[in-house]
């Protein structure tokens, strides 16, 4: 399967991973060194073929993920889960895209959101308290849960909201998951 967008990735692992998963070109930020050249290419690739950034799931993948956003508003972003990305062998200590499975990868690109500035989502602050989102025992594992389900990223209660609103998720489909976690929690 050919990808349609450039996929923007931390590194020549990320690049080489991902060729063996799907056909797939990309630009490679050489971690979070980004400079102004690779954004000007980044800007040039969305408007001729689409981005999906695609960074490994810790800070400097976050970060590079701001910085991108920043300067090129309107990318599409794809998400790996930290287990997602933890090499099979022990003596890597570092998560990363070139340590998930190729399936793992084709599922993460196939499930890509797409930034918008005012997301419009009828979720709200009542609804996260609800759901046991945020201020109370447990929350924390419930975001973790909730983001691996709905491939947003890992999310800290103050970013949730904005997360939700950021990607467009749907209030009913907000709430299928939910209650999924809610009912395996009890399990």
Do not use: W
Request: glycine share 6%; charged share 30%.
């Amino acid at each position: 399967m050919k990808v349609k967008e450039i996929i923007v990735v931390e590194g020549k692992d990320d690049t080489a991973k991902l060729k063996q998963a799907l056909d797939v070109d990309t630009i490679e930020t050489n971690g979070s060194a980004i400079n102004k050249d690779i954004l000007e290419q980044i800007a040039h690739a969305k408007n001729k073929r689409g981005v999906i950034v695609f960074t490994d799931p810790d800070y400097p993948g976050q970060r590079i993920r701001q910085i991108i956003d920043q300067h090129v508003p309107g990318c599409k972003h794809a998400f790996l889960t930290k287990e997602e990305a933890i090499p099979d062998r022990k003596q890597h200590k570092s998560l990363g895209i070139e340590h998930a499975s190729l399936e793992v990868l084709r599922e993460a690109l196939h499930q890509v959101y797409e930034l918008t500035e005012n997301g419009e989502t009828e979720i709200t602050k009542s609804d996260l308290i609800r759901f046991g989102l945020i201020g109370g025992n447990g929350s924390r594992e419930r975001r973790k849960k909730l983001g691996q389900q709905l491939r947003i990223g890992h999310i800290n209660a103050k970013q949730l909201l904005k997360r939700l609103q950021m990607f467009q998720i749907a209030k009913d489909e907000f709430e299928q998951v939910m209650e999924q976690i809610i009912q395996e929690e009890r399990a």
